[in-house]
């Protein structure tokens, strides 16, 4: 087929996310190599939010590929029931990147219901009932991580589950308190969220499930001490810490996960997206040996027929080994010192930046009208005048791919980027901040 059939069969055949119908136009992909992907018209596009944060090893890599194939020529599925070489190998693996502490690895389809069945998980381990989670996380659209999450798209849910409770983001940026020190603010936020503890009954709480950093509603990184401070809140109330490593984890913040930069040991991670970059479906969540020895005599009820899915894993083991024999985790941290500076700059030179947050190769720029009130750029929740979406089109005419969310655009490119690209892409974002400072801010 030519391009333009399969646009309009997929328009008239396929309901697209998060999208009023009539307003789609999605692009044919011809094909992809590395960061970039071309249509039937020869344009060239550069993915610069490694298509939804998870395609953090970039397109064609033969490595993930040729296992895929060399698993097909095994078979493609068996049952969860049944023992496979590379579900074995893959969970084997994620056991021991992650700290000493934990044990083992339940397979999901992906994220959304890897975050679902961490909640399980920790109702069952701890005989509570009450998920702490935050206001601008998002964990998820299904019925439960879409309870979890904290933003807008958990509208759609409501009237939702009972036994969700919501608290604040460390968000010092928006905070109407001037704090003296990172370490101010942290000790304002862990206040808070100990008083809600006590509030909703501290023996009621089985789990606090967070972003290790708030993705996409702003990258929010969590101020010194914040995380360590959480840990010791969960350990003095006998909660479960989960952190949802679905979008930041694999590499993206420069180490293979996000809260090993923030000297924490979790006692539940949830992992998706990276650990097979989207080759083939594949979520997990991993729980601490504690955990695992209860359920060595209790029922986990838990359960998918796709859990490990045999291609998957093998796509998975594929990945990892790739992370560590291409020295990602080193790559990234240095890339990611250039797009420190490149949006440091940025925020300096344009009236509608009002912050820049960056880890690694994972960042957000943050538009605003005005950058002493910090008034955003659109209203939280609402974009009435199509704002946002006519900044991401200006980029998108310049073939520099990402998306926004709220006022915040999102830069997070496939983990093999060189300095050098990721510096001619940042130029056009560049020429787009000019305009929005002229005609839009």
């Not at 604040?168 to 304002?188: G, K, L, Q, W």
């Not at 941290?333 to 960056?358: A, F, N, W």
Request: aromatic share 10%.
């Amino acid at each position: 087929m030519e391009g333009n059939e399969i646009r309009q069969k997929q328009k008239k055949y396929v309901l697209q996310s998060w999208s009023r119908q009539n307003h789609v136009n999605p692009i044919p992909v011809e094909r992809a190599e590395g960061i970039y992907f071309w249509d039937y018209e020869g344009n060239r596009y550069t993915d610069m939010s490694s298509q939804l944060v998870n395609m953090n090893l970039g397109f064609g890599n033969k490595d993930i590929a040729e296992a895929i194939k060399k698993k097909t020529d095994q078979y493609c599925f068996v049952g969860p029931s049944y023992a496979d070489e590379s579900r074995a190998e893959l969970a084997e693996m994620i056991i021991g990147l992650l700290p000493d502490n934990f044990g083992k690895v339940f397979f999901t389809n992906a994220g959304a219901d890897a975050n679902e069945n961490a909640v399980k998980i920790a109702r069952m381990f701890t005989g509570r009932n009450k998920i702490f989670s935050r206001y601008r996380s998002y964990h998820g659209s299904s019925f439960g991580a879409g309870n979890l999450t904290g933003e807008p798209r958990r509208f759609a849910l409501e009237p939702g589950v009972p036994g969700f409770v919501k608290f604040m983001d460390p968000y010092v940026y928006r905070e109407c308190i001037d704090f003296p020190s990172e370490e101010a603010a942290t000790a304002y936020y862990l206040n808070k969220l100990e008083e809600q503890i006590l509030y909703e009954g501290a023996d009621a709480v089985a789990a606090i499930v967070m972003e290790t950093i708030t993705g996409s509603n702003g990258v929010i990184i969590p101020p010194k001490g914040y995380l360590p401070g959480v840990r010791a809140l969960c350990d003095k109330y006998g909660i479960l810490m989960v952190c949802d490593e679905v979008m930041t984890g694999w590499c993206r913040t420069g180490e293979m996960f996000a809260f090993m930069n923030f000297d924490v040991k979790p006692d539940i991670v949830t992992f998706a997206k990276g650990v097979t970059c989207g080759y083939v479906p594949l979520g997990g969540v991993a729980v601490s040996s504690e955990i695992a020895a209860y359920f060595d005599e209790n029922l986990l009820s838990c359960g998918l027929t796709y859990s490990g899915h045999p291609l998957a894993c093998a796509a998975g083991v594929a990945c990892v080994n790739y992370y560590e024999k291409a020295g990602i985790p080193a790559h990234v941290r240095e890339v990611g010192k250039t797009l420190g500076e490149i949006l440091e700059q940025m925020k300096k030179d344009h009236s509608c930046v009002g912050d820049v947050r960056y880890i690694g190769l994972f960042s957000a720029v943050e538009l605003v009208k005005n950058k002493e009130t910090k008034e955003a750029l659109v209203p939280y929740g609402k974009d009435p005048d199509g704002v946002m979406g006519r900044i991401v089109g200006m980029l998108k005419e310049r073939r520099f791919m990402t998306y926004s969310h709220e006022n915040m655009l999102l830069i997070a490119p496939p983990l093999i980027i060189t300095a050098q690209q990721l510096s001619e892409e940042m130029e056009k974002l560049d020429e787009v901040l000019d305009i929005v400072d002229r005609e839009i801010g």
